[in-house]
């Protein structure tokens, strides 16, 4: 960008009057798009006293406003022969169609006047030469081909930071356009110069660029946005139902790559355009169950809910929630086993899965079993030794559990007692609790409300998911309840084929925390405190994590005041997670080659042994794959990452 400011600097130098475009140019919006305001005050509305009075209104305010200012525009050209009118003219228009009280039309108006204020923001460059032209002492104009009052584009301009006071040309005040070729020489008229005495900048290839330059004009088209930041954008388009929010998540995103460099790292880039919104949207979600809710407690458990309680912290008081809350250290590791109060035979298979392949005795070791003294049993399940693997889903596997399952109780019940100590002191006497994590067969709350039950047996609780898949309903219960943002109990198929494809480990590294997963506990001073596993490949995945968790945080920040200002409820929207399905469905190369090299291990308390989420693999010597292509597609956990890391 430096380069383009010396080139914008040295044109001012040369010339003897400097004029800018304004919108798209010094300053922009927070939409993708200009007529997304309009679907934004929509939203607004649909919360306001209008839409309770007038829903219709509400429900069609943005089809209606483009549509009428379409119509005014005609009208003014049949009436005047011009195109150039003001927003008083099209709100004109509304009234006149729908029989508004005065009032209303009042209201509507200011509000969209206000909104217009909260998204704008400047374009620093574009700043930085429009201040450089101030110094110079030159005469520096702005020209606007817009429908908005004089005076309500000056006041845009210094909620973007310009200093007034504005030497300002506008086509719906003046009748008089830079898209018809007419506004500007009427500028060069009132500066007293020729047109070749002036150079203009702006984003319009027609209006900012041709049309002035055929009247000898120097321009400088201002593209930079379309050419390379548009390119940027890892989501294109809108999402299906909710063209707000996908308007707010390109509008954020295109601000950030406008404002900073931080997206030349892909870690950040990716947090920030794909895991930022997923994140929010839910977060707002869920903050909309827990305001309907109120439990007396919210636990966050560990890992995978460290950010959801980072924005809860951050954001919950100003949305009306003020619920006391924990972060609870709790992992699979730490809960799965000693929640075997009885043997439940459905449940034992999650004790062993997994697509790492495990030897008999690495899995009864984990569970507390010295394999040595059940050789008979290992034997008769049909291994031929301990030292057998244990393929994902092994039959035999299970059949030695079940014959073990006495001697599996005596172990759940030796890891019993320090968990239930640490459940009871997060717990306390809440009856009513809510637990956030990441997802999936439930066997986190199903665990804790097994433990919880023996100690505090009224105590009702509702867990807040990404998804629940097959193997969810082993947990439920009259006082256990799943609730998921995404997918609930695999459907929608979409959702379900995109998470069980990739989804539950891409969202399992953006949302890793920054401490190894728990692998027990100790007493210090009375109280339990968690012991965490000390892996450096986890930690490496850990460091990652954190970069792309920055992205998504900085995407948060941006977003909220925006949000806050419009309504929070009103965001609640499953849209938010677009950018996310089109990652697992839909990977460029950079993305399958950067997140496919992650790895990922799925076994409680074991990160030692870690897969690639898509693996690359080695072409034949005519540049062929072997027969070894599709065993690696199966294993896979990122399928589409697969294809793309292997095309």
Same mark, same amino acid.
């Given at each position: ?43 607004? %509305? ?88 101030? /110094? ?29 006071? +504005?030497?300002?040309?506008? /086509? ?93 790292? @892909? ?15 839910? +977060? ?15 636990? +966050? ?59 008999? /005795? ?20 049909? @291994? ?76 009702? &609780? ?6 629940? &898949? ?15 943002? %995404? ?44 012991? +965490? ?10 460091? %990652? ?17 925006? &949000? ?84």
């Amino acid at each position: 960008m430096d380069h383009l400011a010396a080139e914008y600097k040295a044109s001012i130098d040369k010339a003897k009057a400097i004029s800018f475009d304004v919108f798209d140019t010094l300053i922009h919006r927070i939409a993708f798009r200009p007529s997304h305001v309009f679907h934004m005050l929509s939203k607004r %509305l649909q919360k306001s006293d209008i839409g309770l009075r007038f829903p219709f209104l509400a429900n069609q305010f943005s089809e209606l406003r483009v549509v009428s200012e379409e119509e005014a525009r005609k009208i003014y050209f049949e009436r005047y022969g011009t195109h150039e009118i003001t927003l008083s003219d099209i709100y004109e228009l509304i009234q006149e169609k729908l029989g508004l009280p005065s009032e209303v039309i009042e209201t509507l108006l200011k509000e969209e006047l206000e909104l217009e204020r909260a998204l704008v923001y400047p374009n620093q460059l574009m700043k930085s030469v429009y201040e450089y032209a101030l /110094s110079q002492k030159k005469p520096t104009v702005l020209c606007s081909d817009m429908y908005l009052p004089k005076k309500e584009i000056e006041a845009l301009l210094v909620a973007a930071g310009y200093i007034p006071p +504005f030497s300002l040309y506008v /086509s719906g005040e003046l009748k008089k356009s830079k898209h018809l070729g007419d506004l500007i020489p009427e500028v060069c008229k009132a500066l007293g110069i020729d047109e070749s005495d002036l150079v203009h900048f702006g984003d319009n290839a027609h209006a900012d660029h041709d049309l002035p330059r055929r009247a000898g004009v120097k321009t400088h088209l201002f593209d930079h946005i379309e050419k390379v930041t548009e390119k940027k954008l890892r989501f294109q388009g809108m999402p299906d139902g909710d063209p707000t929010v996908g308007s707010m998540i390109q509008g954020v995103i295109r601000q950030v790559l406008i404002e900073n460099d931080k997206t030349n790292d @892909f870690w950040f880039d990716i947090g920030l355009q794909v895991f930022g919104p997923l994140l929010l949207g839910k +977060f707002l979600w869920f903050a909309n169950h827990i305001r309907q809710e109120r439990p007396d407690k919210i636990l +966050f458990f560990a890992r995978d809910a460290h950010l959801h309680h980072a924005l809860y912290l951050k954001y919950g008081q100003q949305m009306g929630l003020e619920i006391p809350s924990d972060y609870a250290y709790l992992s699979r590791a730490t809960i799965l086993l000693p929640s075997f109060t009885e043997m439940k035979m459905d449940r034992v298979w999650h004790l062993f899965g997994g697509k790492s392949t495990r030897t008999v /005795s690495q899995h009864l070791t984990r569970l507390g079993i010295n394999p040595h003294t059940v050789l008979t049993d290992i034997k008769r399940a049909g @291994f031929k030794s301990h030292h057998d693997p244990v393929l994902n889903g092994d039959s035999r596997m299970f059949d030695l559990i079940t014959r073990l399952y006495p001697e599996l109780l005596i172990q759940a019940k030796k890891k019993r007692d320090l968990v239930e100590r640490y459940i009871a002191q997060l717990v306390g006497d809440s009856k009513n609790i809510a637990i956030l994590d990441i997802g999936w067969v439930g066997n986190m709350q199903g665990s804790f409300s097994r433990l919880l039950q023996l100690n505090n047996g009224g105590a009702k &609780i509702n867990g807040y998911y990404y998804g629940t &898949i097959e193997g969810v309903k082993v947990n439920y219960g009259p006082k256990n309840h799943f609730h998921a943002y %995404l997918v609930n109990d695999c459907e929608p198929s979409r959702w379900y084929q995109a998470i069980m494809t990739g989804g539950v480990e891409l969202l399992e590294f953006a949302q890793t925390a920054p401490h190894g997963t728990t692998l027990g506990y100790e007493v210090r001073d009375g109280l339990i405190y968690p012991v +965490f596993e000390d892996n450096k490949d986890d930690q490496v995945i850990q460091g %990652l994590a954190s970069r792309t968790q920055q992205g998504a945080m900085h995407f948060i920040e941006k977003a909220m005041p925006l &949000i806050e200002r419009l309504g929070y409820y009103s965001f609640v929207s499953k849209a938010w997670a677009e950018p996310f399905y089109r990652l697992v469905m839909k990977p460029t190369r950079e993305e399958a080659e950067h997140l496919g090299a992650l790895t990922h291990s799925d076994i409680a308390a074991d990160t030692s042994k870690r897969l690639q989420l898509a693996e690359k693999i080695a072409k034949g010597p005519l540049g062929a794959f072997g027969p070894g292509y599709r065993q690696a597609y199966e294993a896979a956990y990122w399928k589409m990452g697969f294809k793309v890391r292997n095309s």
